[in-house]
């Protein structure tokens, strides 16, 4: 599997997809994220059906044109938004076998997600990849809570499917290969019930296969055994999903494993936080983080990384960086961003070259 075809290009795999959940990643516009090499990006679904309105997105031609965006789109589901919420705070909602209910904290607003209603949402957006609703766990949570989840899963996911196959039947389709739908395969930190829910979603049949649930463990060690296990019970001709993985040390190790699609948040939160990432002089995977608000980099006149090609290491020094920062300017963090996701990008190259 090292292309994946999609209606709006093809992906090479292995690949790392920013996440722009609200539509936008932070501070970058169309032009910055493709100077930075970045293949495609994941909205996530709830965000957008809360503000502007999945509605609202259909009517001005979809979430491409709404970023102004041509290449992929993933949409997550918000699945694990919502249980990562409720799961915290059962005053927020409720997880029912036939829907998620999310309450707003002052319990006036109520927002209703069935595995119906998270497909269409998804197909109004106008996504290359859905991904089915799931019912998120922690590895921590107790085996009755992960088996509801897993048999709550392999439901939903039928579900989707179904609502899928439906939709598309209903639309009149651009030519060019059609969307795609992803299945999370929850299971918690059980090998069993991981090679479950592996099974059942592979008899179902979808495109590609995600690990889905928290990949760590109450010590925040990475659940290595049951990342490697979960992926090798995926399709090897389908792309295996890690997602929101993950820092980069973590990327590679999933990478290792054999998964190749990956997203997070955290290059782009840490580069608005001033936590860079650079490659060592070697050439190979080896890098080490640079805090660039720290005042050792207040009269540094070298550039962030010389090896890098972005436009903050091209054109600025360690010092402006640091004192766009020290001044609270937006423009710091457009720059550290275009950086840590050129980073990114880099390092997904040297992870595809063997
Ligand atoms: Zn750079």
């Known amino acids: 599997m090292d292309v994946l075809h999609t209606p709006h290009g093809d992906v090479t795999l292995p690949a790392f997809f920013p996440d722009a959940t609200r539509g936008v990643v932070r501070g970058l516009d169309a032009a910055d994220l493709e100077a930075c090499g970045v293949p495609g990006l994941v909205v996530n679904a709830f965000h957008l059906a809360s503000r502007p309105g ?25 699945g694990f938004q919502i249980f990562s919420l409720i799961r915290q705070n059962p005053k927020l909602g409720t997880i029912t076998n036939n829907e998620a209910i999310f309450r707003s904290a002052d319990g006036r607003k109520a927002q209703r997600l069935s595995p119906e209603k998270s497909i269409q949402t998804q197909l109004r957006l106008g996504a290359d ?56 395969v929850q299971g918690g930190a059980d090998p069993d019930l991981r090679r479950l829910c592996a099974k059942e979603l592979i008899a179902i049949g979808f495109d590609g296969y995600a690990f889905g649930g928290w990949p760590f463990d ?22 295996r999903y890690a997602l929101g993985i993950g820092s980069p040390a973590t990327l590679i190790a999933c990478a290792r494993m054999g998964y190749n699609l990956f997203d997070c ?24 983080r640079v805090y660039i608000r720290d005042a050792t980099h207040r009269r540094s006149r070298g550039a962030l990384s010389d090896t890098c090609d972005c436009l903050c290491c091209h054109s600025y020094s360690r010092a402006y960086l640091h004192h766009l920062f020290a001044t609270g300017d937006a423009l710091a963090w457009r720059l550290a961003t275009i950086h840590n996701l050129r980073f990114y990008t880099t390092l997904l190259t040297r992870l595809a070259t063997p």
């Open 129 to 184: 990849i859905l991904v089915c609703l799931d019912d998120c766990t922690h590895p921590s949570d107790p085996l009755s809570v992960q088996t509801a989840s897993v048999v709550r899963t392999i439901e939903w996911a039928e579900r989707c499917k179904a609502e899928f196959e439906r939709g598309l039947a209903q639309r009149r389709r651009a030519p060019g290969p059609p969307p795609l739908l992803f299945a999370v």
């Open 54 to 78: 999945s509605r609202t997105v259909q009517s001005l031609g979809g979430v491409h044109a709404l970023m102004g965006w041509q290449h992929p789109v993933i949409t997550d589901s918000g």
């Open 218 to 239: 109450t010590g925040r060690r990475l659940l290595s055994d049951i990342l490697a296990l979960t992926c090798d019970l995926m399709p090897p001709e389908k792309p």
């Open 265 to 288: 948040s955290l290059p782009t939160r840490d580069a608005r936080r001033g936590r860079l990432y650079v490659f060592d002089s070697s050439g190979d995977l080896s890098y080490s």
